[in-house]
């Protein structure tokens, strides 16, 4: 029993790590505001564990030292006004030093003005079309061929041997790096909720209302992400990916996009 219980354990660590890297910590992400949402995540946790030890270290220390076997007798008050305004002055002073840079964090990721750019983010199922606007691009973006085909029942492609995996589309999106890309994000159908770690961004996609976010990536590179609302049968099956490349990569990009809509206007 114990056996077969370990050998279990060892064979979903062994497919864990091959299906994708583990990760304990949320990731620092490549925009200011996301190191910004890290810091503050990394504040919390440390705080939590300077109580923790302090909360912790008091029990263990006052169960060893008023034990009943070294002949230590209960108190007989029955509580004390001055420990607790000490234990309530102190979680409101914590509380308080928390909060300021939060609300100043939030307060950031909420202004969207003056963009070089935006997007309109339209959630279907299951993929995600994006519109340029002032651009006249336009695309739909879906699961990666190479996905669709491994994750079909029966399919003789290894999912292990798909590089990304159910994390790959077939048309990314392109946004130039350094830029303040506005997204506008709606649905066209059910809930469903544009997420990218990397982004520090995850916005709902909801029929008949248009969420607003905004991000500036600071590093060139890939970045992918998901739905993360269940929104059917294909949930797991919408991936987001996104494209940082150099202004002038990215300036021919829009120019191929926007000659091709052209001749397909034709």
Known sequence: MIRNLILSLLGLTAVGTAKAEWALNMPKGVTDLSQETYDLHMMGFWWCVGIGAIVFGVMIYSLFKHRKSSGV??????????????????????????????????????????????IVVTGYQWKWHYKYQDTGVAFYSSLAQSSLEARRKGAETDPFAVPNYLLDVDNPVVVPRGAKVRLLVTSNDVIHSWWVPDLAIKKDAIPGIVNETWFKANEIGTYRGQCTELCGKDHGYMPVVVEVVEPEAYEAWLQSRTENAAVAAN
């Open 73 to 118: 007798e209960p108190a007989k008050f029955s509580h004390s006004t001055t420990a607790e305004v000490i234990w309530t002055a102190i979680p409101v002073v914590i509380l308080v030093l928390m909060a300021v840079p939060t609300a100043e964090t939030m307060v950031k990721l909420e202004d969207s003005r003056d963009p070089d750019m935006s």
